[in-house]
């Protein structure tokens, strides 16, 4: 028996969760935020509980410290031997990293040289991958990476038209994300749908803030719509998704706010999306309830939603040669029926059909497609936390 942390480190927070492995219970789980200020808030949650202190936190190192005496002042540990894994979340794992690897001098350095590829999280990823090994170095520690499942992609796939050379040189091609989140409710489908993941064809769609939507033969990822960064593919709350790159050159010429890189960055990644377009939220609860009120906005912002990740899904059906399984996850996936029913509706001709009833219940968990449906539709909360957690034991010496 032994506990297990997974950890997810942002630019200024910390987000855990413990775990007994391998009976994968979650003892207590927490989030510290606003890492660097004087005012810093830790919350932890166990046995039903939730406790939130406000502190000064100057970096990771220390966020790390106030979580452990966290642990030991609740009485959740007794001392910090009981915890014997960590795993880690890093964005990027480049090219290089093909599946989750144990942790050494040499890990940490590449994972920081990958920060040229996720400026905002990978230098927050290695802060926590150092923090743990300085204050716990004798502990098993794993990275576990977004991009890793997304390596089985074919070259055809991964690469852009683009000059060869920006590939060579620039290391420019599709890393894809939500690698965990994939693959995990692929291995759960599977389950639920009673046949070996390697006999089945999967479209699995991830739609929270973020969005993206992966085509899966034989448990392996062959395409997915995010790219070289999770800006690609399809809308989400805050990120246009795909849009024809001639209109940056076009709004550098013509547009007084759309000048520098950062102006590019900001407005593609924070300011588009159902946000851009609604005028009103990125949050699709916020953008139902103005389309209610009859906000033309919010329906286009919502209408072009739905068309994007009808079009993905239509894409990697045709990818696939045809799939047994569609398969909704994160906070959208698992928790509007409209949007569910709204998107399969287009999969009909598919064979993909929703059983009203199962649809709408929630929570909801597994099938909510009809008996006789040829395409299954499924849902799957996802857990990126345990695919963390689960690793560190696989890969435990
Ligand atoms: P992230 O990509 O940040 O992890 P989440 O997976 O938490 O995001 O998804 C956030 C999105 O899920 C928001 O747009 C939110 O409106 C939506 N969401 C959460 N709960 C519900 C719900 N009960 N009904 C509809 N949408 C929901």
Redesign the pocket.
């Known amino acids: 028996m032994s506990k297990t942390i997974a950890i997810n480190a942002g630019s200024s927070s910390l987000k855990w969760q413990l775990y007994l492995m391998p009976e994968e219970e979650v003892i207590a789980k927490g989030l510290i935020e606003r890492i660097g200020l004087n005012d810093a808030i830790s919350t932890v949650k166990f046995d039903g509980k939730e406790e939130k202190q406000v502190l000064a936190i100057a970096d990771h190192t220390q966020a790390v410290k106030i979580l452990l005496d966290d642990l030991m002042r609740l009485g959740i540990i007794k001392s910090y031997d009981e915890i014997t894994g960590v795993g880690h979340r890093v964005v990027a794992g480049g090219e290089h990293f093909k599946d989750s690897a144990l942790v050494d001098e040499d890990v940490i350095q590449k994972v920081e040289e990958l920060t040229l590829l996720a400026p905002l999280h990978n230098g927050a990823n290695a802060a926590g991958i150092r923090a743990f090994k300085e204050i716990l170095p004798d502990i098993t520690s794993v990275v576990v990476f977004d991009t890793s499942f997304h390596t089985s992609m074919p070259e055809k796939a991964y690469r852009y038209p683009l000059p060869s050379k920006y590939y060579r040189e620039n290391q420019v091609r599709k890393y894809g994300a939500h690698g965990t989140s994939h693959e995990y409710v692929a291995q759960e489908a599977a389950k639920i749908m009673g046949k070996p993941l390697e006999d089945l064809k999967l479209v699995t769609a991830?739609?929270?803030?973020?969005?993206s939507i992966t085509a899966i033969d034989s448990g392996k990822s062959v395409d997915t719509s995010m790219g070289f960064t999770p800006l690609a593919g399809v809308m989400?709350?805050t990120r246009t998704g795909d849009i024809d790159p001639a209109i940056i050159p076009y709004l550098l010429e013509h547009s007084d706010d759309f000048q520098t890189a950062e102006d590019i960055s900001r407005i593609l990644n924070r300011e588009s999306g159902?946000l851009g377009v609604s005028e009103v939220s990125?949050?699709?609860?916020?953008?139902?309830a103005a389309m209610e009120q009859g906000d033309a906005k919010s329906q286009l912002a919502y209408d072009m939603f739905i068309d994007r990740i009808v079009k993905y899904i239509g894409q990697y059906l045709a990818v696939l040669s045809g799939a047994d399984g569609i398969i909704f996850t994160?906070?959208?996936?698992?928790?509007?029926p409209k949007?569910r029913q709204d998107i399969i509706r287009h999969f009909e001709w598919a064979g993909a059909k929703l059983d009203a009833s199962k649809n709408e219940v929630?929570p909801v968990k597994g099938l909510i497609s009809t008996e006789d449906a040829s395409l299954k539709v499924l849902v799957i909360p996802?857990d990126e936390e345990l695919v963390i957690a689960r690793d560190v034991e696989r890969l435990k010496k």
């Open positions: 991830h739609i929270g803030n973020g969005v989400m709350g159902l990125n949050d699709m609860r916020d953008v139902m994160a906070g959208i996936g698992e928790n509007d949007v929630r996802t």
